[in-house]
């Protein structure tokens, strides 16, 4: 069978397995000193499809360990009972046709595997699509957001040059303007009537607060919020529509390219003029280099944290034990952090097999996708005890939520930080708050509650 790839080429299959088997290559190769790293992958494309996916074409997820989802509507919600049931059922690693073949490992150990072993997977794409990065895309070892695109040796130069901006003596300083953003959102929220008012604790409180903060560290207008929620939802969420039609995506490109150039005829003291000033080894760093980091900074800084709140507050809502035990002993707050960390971790990324491999009696192909379900390594009880139940103060908590591996989350000092003072600040404002309608959850890698209703029981005043 074809199908089309964008720019027009035509691409051969053999459906038997889903692999692809012959390219047709329309357009000439790059430079001379030009090292594809997918062997197969169709030459000329920024973007190509193995298989054309349409969900309408597989229906409603049949069974989770041969056809797997995690944009299934129903997956989200229902996440850990999904991983427990695989587990349970001998499945450490499952599988699914869709997207043009993908495996998702499992267990604690499975996870822990693929994110170490750079050889034979890559972070080439860490966003499972219908479309696999082309040999026109910023090739490997780059990728084009890096440096969670980007594998040894450039990730470890691409990191170092972020790691400073994120290291605790540059975040700490943001704690009050933190705070006094989480309660201008509270008193935004007008009169409160105990046992009556119902807000949205996710739309009108968790959204804002990580987007508004990464905006500010990077000198972009608060009023472009919106853009970046918007191109955030596209890069994660519409993952199964034609590459190449996610406008916001072309859109934020223009933003950010008009926002360099502005950086560089003005430079001033934020996160932009800093990446548009680093080198590596005596080179700046081109402007598609650091035009990707900004990309990233976005994408990795808004839907996790703002998951990672609406989770834990949803988690506030229906344990009035755990709430109260935070107001009372506010030291806890240290293990709890880590607990909604673990318990609700957000945030699953994906790699693309590098070469063909064997893993645990899976054959693996090159461009097969690997999810990498870190929340579901948290919940995995070989590695924690009662991984299942909430415990506030748990102390033994080594978890995953920020990743394993050499692309460990470098935000997380940031992540932690506005999750404290997010959780703090709405208890502190209201002692007591219930559920009270029917949570939306957000579709695909990233977890966490998009509509969370919940009704105030009890104001500070
Ligand atoms: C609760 C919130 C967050 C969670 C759970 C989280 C989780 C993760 C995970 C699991 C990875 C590893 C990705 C992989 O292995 O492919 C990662 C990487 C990364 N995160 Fe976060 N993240 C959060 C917040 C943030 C924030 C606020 C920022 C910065 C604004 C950020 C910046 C990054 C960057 C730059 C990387 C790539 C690191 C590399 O490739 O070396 N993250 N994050």
Same mark, same amino acid.
């Given at each position: 069978?074809?199908?089309?790839?964008?720019?027009?080429?035509?691409?051969?299959?053999?459906?038997?397995?889903?692999?692809?088997?012959?390219?047709?290559?329309?357009?000439?190769?790059?430079?001379?000193?030009?090292?594809?790293?997918?062997?197969?992958?169709?030459?000329?494309?920024?973007?190509?499809?193995?298989?054309?996916?349409?969900?309408?074409?597989?229906?409603?997820?049949?069974?989770?360990?041969?056809?797997?989802?995690?944009?299934?509507?129903?997956?989200?919600?229902?996440?850990?009972?999904?991983?427990?049931?695989?587990?349970?059922?001998?499945?450490?690693?499952?599988?699914?046709?869709?997207?043009?073949?993908?495996?998702?490992?499992?267990?604690?150990?499975?996870?822990?595997?693929?994110?170490?072993?750079?050889?034979?997977?890559?972070?080439?794409?860490?966003?499972?699509?219908?479309?696999?990065?082309?040999?026109?895309?910023?090739?490997?070892?780059?990728?084009?957001?890096?440096?969670?695109?980007?594998?040894?040796?450039?990730?470890?130069?691409?990191?170092?040059?972020?790691?400073?901006?994120?290291?605790?003596?540059?975040?700490?300083?943001?704690? $009050? %303007?933190?705070? #006094?953003?989480?309660? =201008?959102?509270? /008193?935004? +929220?007008?009169?409160?009537?105990?046992?009556?008012?119902?807000?949205?604790?996710?739309?009108?409180?968790?959204?804002?607060?990580?987007?508004?903060?990464?905006?500010?560290?990077?000198?972009?207008?608060?009023?472009?919020?919106?853009?970046?929620?918007?191109?955030?939802?596209?890069?994660?969420?519409?993952?199964?529509?034609?590459?190449?039609?996610?406008?916001?995506?072309?859109?934020?490109?223009?933003?950010?390219?008009?926002?360099?150039?502005?950086?560089?005829?003005?430079?001033?003291?934020?996160?932009?003029?800093?990446?548009?000033?680093?080198?590596?080894?005596?080179?700046?760093?081109?402007?598609?280099?650091?035009?990707?980091?900004?990309?990233?900074?976005?994408?990795?800084?808004?839907?996790?944290?703002?998951?990672?709140?609406?989770?834990?507050?949803?988690?506030?809502?229906?344990? $009035? %034990?755990?709430? #109260?035990?935070?107001? =009372?002993?506010? /030291?806890? +707050?240290?293990?709890?952090?880590?607990?909604?960390?673990?318990?609700?971790?957000?945030?699953?990324?994906?790699?693309?097999?590098?070469?063909?491999?064997?893993?645990?009696?899976?054959?693996?192909?090159?461009?097969?996708?690997?999810?990498?379900?870190?929340?579901?390594?948290?919940?995995?009880?070989?590695?924690?005890?009662?991984?299942?139940?909430?415990?506030?103060?748990?102390?033994?908590?080594?978890?995953?939520?920020?990743?394993?591996?050499?692309?460990?989350?470098?935000?997380?000092?940031?992540?932690?930080?506005?999750?404290?003072?997010?959780?703090?600040?709405?208890?502190?404002?209201?002692?007591?708050?219930?559920?009270?309608?029917?949570?939306?959850?957000?579709?695909?890698?990233?977890?966490?509650?998009?509509?969370?209703?919940?009704?105030?029981?009890?104001?500070?005043?």
């Amino acid at each position: 069978m074809t199908e089309t790839v964008d720019r027009g080429e035509t691409v051969q299959h053999d459906k038997a397995d889903g692999h692809s088997q012959t390219a047709t290559p329309a357009a000439p190769r790059r430079g001379a000193d030009y090292v594809p790293t997918f062997g197969d992958s169709p030459e000329g494309t920024d973007v190509w499809q193995r298989v054309p996916y349409d969900p309408d074409d597989y229906g409603p997820v049949s069974d989770y360990r041969t056809d797997f989802d995690h944009a299934a509507p129903e997956y989200n919600p229902v996440a850990p009972e999904i991983w427990k049931e695989l587990r349970e059922s001998g499945c450490p690693v499952a599988h699914s046709d869709r997207y043009g073949g993908m495996w998702v490992p499992i267990t604690h150990e499975t996870v822990n595997e693929v994110a170490y072993d750079t050889e034979n997977f890559t972070s080439r794409s860490v966003v499972v699509s219908v479309g696999r990065p082309g040999d026109l895309a910023l090739p490997a070892p780059i990728g084009g957001v890096p440096p969670i695109t980007s594998d040894p040796p450039f990730h470890g130069m691409a990191r170092r040059l972020l790691l400073p901006a994120f290291a605790p003596k540059k975040i700490e300083p943001w704690e $009050p %303007e933190i705070r #006094q953003l989480c309660n =201008d959102l509270l /008193d935004r +929220m007008g009169d409160i009537v105990p046992g009556e008012t119902v807000i949205d604790a996710a739309v009108q409180y968790a959204q804002h607060i990580p987007v508004n903060v990464i905006g500010r560290m990077l000198g972009f207008p608060s009023e472009d919020e919106d853009l970046f929620r918007r191109f955030v939802h596209d890069a994660l969420e519409r993952i199964t529509e034609e590459p190449g039609t996610r406008e916001g995506m072309e859109d934020l490109g223009n933003y950010i390219r008009a926002q360099i150039d502005d950086h560089r005829a003005n430079p001033r003291d934020d996160l932009t003029s800093y990446l548009l000033d680093v080198e590596i080894e005596g080179t700046p760093v081109s402007d598609e280099v650091v035009g990707g980091m900004i990309v990233l900074l976005l994408i990795a800084g808004i839907d996790t944290t703002w998951s990672a709140i609406g989770s834990s507050l949803w988690h506030l809502a229906q344990h $009035p %034990e755990d709430h #109260q035990r935070l107001l =009372d002993d506010p /030291d806890v +707050m240290t293990f709890a952090l880590e607990e909604f960390l673990r318990a609700y971790a957000p945030v699953t990324m994906a790699r693309l097999v590098a070469k063909d491999n064997d893993f645990h009696g899976c054959p693996m192909k090159q461009d097969d996708w690997v999810l990498l379900p870190f929340p579901a390594a948290n919940r995995d009880p070989a590695k924690f005890d009662d991984p299942d139940t909430f415990i506030v103060d748990r102390e033994e908590n080594r978890h995953a939520a920020f990743g394993l591996g050499i692309h460990r989350c470098l935000g997380s000092n940031l992540a932690r930080l506005e999750l404290k003072v997010a959780i703090e600040e709405f208890i502190a404002r209201f002692p007591r708050f219930e559920l009270a309608g029917d949570v939306r959850w957000s579709v695909g890698q990233i977890r966490g509650p998009r509509e969370l209703p919940v009704r105030i029981l009890d104001a500070a005043d």
